[in-house]
């Protein structure tokens, strides 16, 4: 079994990159699911996130209420500190129960953990290499706005405030440069695909 760590910035494409891996036989554990997870009623974190922040965010169906939450957090590091020390744990202990799973099923399984935080939050012990796609901040922030839901400031905001291409790409073992089509993304893929199978072999 291996674990690639798969990790970018916004709109540097590691969903396709997730997707296209899948395709070629990896398993693939979408942080962002987990995330949801870590918020359903009765998981520990949901408990403590309601304790910490309040029942204002705790929607009438018992649910956390994001939207809500998020504007607690939003623009106050110490705020958004205390909800990452409450969730982050928990996505890290629900990936590692994904991971431990999927050796039991396929102990020689490729795994692929998506996860926009996984430098962040410290969550490279679940992983035994880092693959990052990176893409430049003009065409980053035109793909976030092309997406919808944000304008070029807010996406140049978001962009800013995440760790720096850079400072991802001196801790990867792979990086994908996804400033071009489909087709080059897929080439980068699979001549990454190919050396990881070499390597194992």
Known sequence: ????????????????????????????????????????????????VAAAFGPDVVAADGRIDRKALGSRVFGKPEELERLTGIVWPEIHRLARNEIDEIARQEPNAIIVLEAAVLLEAGWENLVDEIWVTIVDRKTAIARAVARGGLDEEAAGARIDSQLSNHERETRARVVIEN??????????????????????S
């Open 1 to 48: 079994m291996i674990v690639i760590g798969l990790t970018g910035g916004i709109a540097s494409g590691k969903s396709t990159v997730a997707r296209l891996l899948g395709e070629r036989g990896a398993r693939v554990i979408d942080a962002d699911i987990l995330g949801h997870r870590a918020y359903e009623p009765g998981s520990g974190a949901h408990a403590a």
């Open 179 to 200: 400033a071009g089509d489909l087709k080059d993304l897929e080439l980068q893929v699979d001549e990454a695909w190919q050396a990881l199978c070499e390597r194992r």
